[in-house]
């Protein structure tokens, strides 16, 4: 005799203690038997008992709707109808049949309107790289449309004419956000009597040294507008610059980013004006556009700066701002290079102060970055492809497309290690053998 197994003990995988035979008729299960059981009352005209206790879950609707009904009739609403008065009235049949929810004879009442509240509305909860969660925002009634971010630590002999150039746009619907990140100077004093001057404005101060990656993204996340540009303390803009940009991406709707052409001042009052005439990234591909992003990356400093350019603010909310890494403006720039197209404004519209960096200057840059985590800021090919990765992995991206990122952005960071050996290689042949090029091939 085969051993089969009952209905009541399938979930168990034990067999049952009472085999059953071939062909015998297996006991139907629970829930089988519970729906004969309601079809054969519902043949039958038999209904539950009406005296019958509701169960816990009931029970708790019941007392929560009747306490939301107390509650609007004591705000000051309409009058609430209960259930006795609604059972009151369907027994003497002197409510009215026409929907209108009145009595019969009498003038319909409008029903009051609910209030107005205000609500405040708040960036998306996920925190960025420095560990700060994104603050709220009370939503006014008008928001303007574009936030100027300028992080500022001393430099009371550039803010001046920072402010005076944004001030001067021939586009007027735009905030100033300045962070000053405890400066020791008079940059504090500067820009309070410029906000006495217009409202338009707004100043925030740290009292401590935050570090230049946490004073960027400070502006950003106390923007309000629809457009967000950071603006250095010492660059200034063009007057066309903001209505030029918007401009572009209003004619442009899929586009997250608008660029342009800039300069770069240096120290010995000589500029280096660069007007690149080939492919940007404008691709719908996204794997184009990394390609094109990477290829900037080593083009020049003064031919591309997707980072000081005119951004779609709940954009660049979503890649998280700039994150503790040492090249965290080519991290941010491969992030938004994934999120969207970019489009191009084939003018003129700002300048970037770009003094020569020293060796000094070099070695202190982690300390400026984030004075308390330097030791996450140094310089390798391995950090570098760690980040890059870890932006193709969090993109949206279809299978086949994020394979081809991983190996442009492999690729790139391959190139980058050999780049750094040959310096390597070339600064130990110059300081320790006193081998230069021309002694060499002479």
């Given at each position: 005799?085969?051993?089969?197994?009952?209905?009541?003990?399938?979930?168990?995988?034990?067999?049952?203690?009472?085999?059953?035979?071939?062909?015998?008729?297996?006991?139907?299960?629970?829930?089988r038997?519970?729906?004969?059981r309601?079809?054969?009352?519902?043949?039958?005209?038999?209904?539950?008992?009406?005296s019958?206790?509701?169960?816990?879950?009931?029970?708790?609707?019941?007392?929560?709707?009747?306490?939301?009904?107390?509650?609007?009739?004591?705000?000051?609403?309409?009058?609430?109808?209960?259930?006795?008065?609604?059972?009151?009235?369907r027994?003497?049949?002197?409510?009215?049949?026409?929907?209108?929810?009145?009595?019969?004879?009498?003038?319909?009442?409008?029903?009051?309107?609910?209030?107005?509240?205000?609500?405040?509305?708040?960036?998306?909860?996920?925190?960025?790289?420095?560990?700060?969660?994104?603050?709220?925002?009370?939503?006014?009634?008008?928001?303007?449309?574009?936030?100027?971010g300028?992080?500022?630590?001393?430099?009371?002999?550039?803010?001046?004419?920072?402010?005076?150039?944004?001030?001067?746009?021939?586009?007027?619907?735009?905030?100033?956000?300045?962070?000053?990140?405890?400066?020791?100077?008079?940059?504090?004093?500067?820009?309070?009597?410029?906000?006495?001057?217009?409202?338009?404005?707004?100043?925030?101060?740290?009292?401590?040294?935050?570090?230049?990656?946490?004073?960027?993204?400070?502006?950003?996340?106390?923007?309000?507008?629809?457009?967000?540009?950071?603006?250095?303390?010492?660059?200034?803009?063009?007057?066309?610059?903001?209505?030029?940009?918007?401009?572009?991406?209003?004619?442009?709707?899929?586009?997250?980013?608008?660029?342009?052409?800039?300069?770069?001042?240096?120290?010995?009052?000589?500029?280096?004006?660069?007007?690149?005439?080939g492919?940007?990234?404008?691709?719908?591909?996204?794997?184009?556009?990394?390609?094109?992003?990477?290829?900037?990356?080593?083009?020049?400093?003064?031919?591309?700066?997707?980072?000081?350019?005119?951004?779609?603010?709940?954009?660049?909310?979503?890649?998280?701002?700039?994150?503790?890494?040492?090249?965290?403006?080519?991290?941010?720039?491969?992030?938004?290079?994934?999120?969207?197209?970019?489009?191009?404004?084939?003018?003129?519209?700002?300048?970037?102060?770009?003094?020569?960096?020293?060796?000094?200057?070099?070695?202190?840059?982690?300390?400026?970055?984030?004075?308390?985590?330097?030791?996450?800021?140094?310089?390798?090919?391995y950090?570098?492809?760690?980040?890059?990765?870890?932006?193709?992995?969090?993109?949206?991206?279809?299978?086949?497309?994020?394979r081809?990122?991983?190996?442009?952005v492999?690729?790139?960071?391959?190139?980058?290690?050999?780049?750094?050996?040959?310096?390597?290689?070339?600064?130990?042949?110059?300081?320790?053998?006193?081998?230069?090029?021309?002694?060499?091939?002479?």
């Amino acid at each position: 005799m085969e051993r089969a197994y009952h209905p009541l003990h399938l979930g168990s995988g034990r067999p049952s203690a009472r085999p059953l035979r071939k062909g015998r008729i297996r006991r139907p299960s629970r829930t089988r038997r519970h729906r004969i059981r309601v079809w054969w009352k519902r043949a039958s005209g038999r209904r539950a008992s009406s005296s019958r206790r509701p169960c816990p879950i009931q029970r708790r609707r019941r007392l929560s709707s009747e306490g939301r009904r107390k509650g609007l009739a004591a705000a000051g609403s309409a009058p609430v109808q209960t259930d006795g008065d609604s059972a009151a009235a369907r027994a003497s049949g002197s409510r009215s049949r026409s929907g209108t929810g009145c009595d019969v004879g009498k003038t319909p009442v409008a029903r009051r309107a609910p209030a107005h509240v205000e609500l405040k509305k708040s960036h998306p909860g996920r925190r960025d790289q420095t560990g700060h969660q994104h603050e709220e925002e009370r939503v006014s009634e008008r928001t303007p449309r574009i936030s100027f971010g300028v992080p500022v630590r001393n430099g009371e002999d550039s803010i001046g004419r920072c402010l005076d150039s944004i001030l001067g746009q021939s586009f007027e619907d735009f905030e100033i956000v300045v962070s000053d990140n405890a400066s020791t100077d008079s940059t504090r004093s500067i820009v309070e009597a410029y906000a006495e001057r217009d409202s338009r404005i707004r100043l925030s101060v740290h009292p401590e040294n935050v570090g230049l990656i946490e004073n960027f993204n400070r502006v950003a996340r106390l923007a309000t507008g629809e457009f967000f540009r950071w603006v250095g303390a010492d660059d200034w803009l063009e007057r066309d610059c903001a209505s030029e940009c918007v401009a572009a991406l209003e004619a442009h709707p899929e586009a997250i980013v608008a660029t342009s052409y800039f300069d770069l001042e240096r120290e010995d009052g000589k500029s280096e004006y660069v007007e690149y005439t080939g492919e940007f990234l404008e691709s719908p591909d996204p794997v184009r556009r990394l390609e094109r992003m990477l290829y900037f990356f080593h083009a020049g400093a003064a031919v591309y700066e997707p980072n000081y350019s005119m951004i779609r603010r709940k954009a660049l909310l979503e890649t998280g701002l700039l994150r503790i890494h040492r090249k965290n403006d080519w991290i941010l720039s491969v992030q938004l290079a994934l999120a969207g197209p970019f489009v191009h404004v084939p003018k003129l519209l700002f300048h970037r102060w770009w003094p020569a960096p020293t060796h000094a200057d070099l070695q202190a840059l982690p300390a400026r970055l984030h004075p308390v985590r330097q030791a996450e800021l140094g310089l390798s090919a391995y950090r570098l492809l760690q980040g890059l990765r870890s932006v193709v992995a969090e993109a949206e991206l279809s299978g086949a497309q994020r394979r081809a990122c991983q190996r442009r952005v492999l690729g790139f960071c391959a190139d980058e290690c050999w780049k750094g050996l040959s310096n390597r290689f070339r600064r130990f042949r110059r300081d320790r053998l006193g081998l230069t090029r021309e002694r060499l091939f002479r």
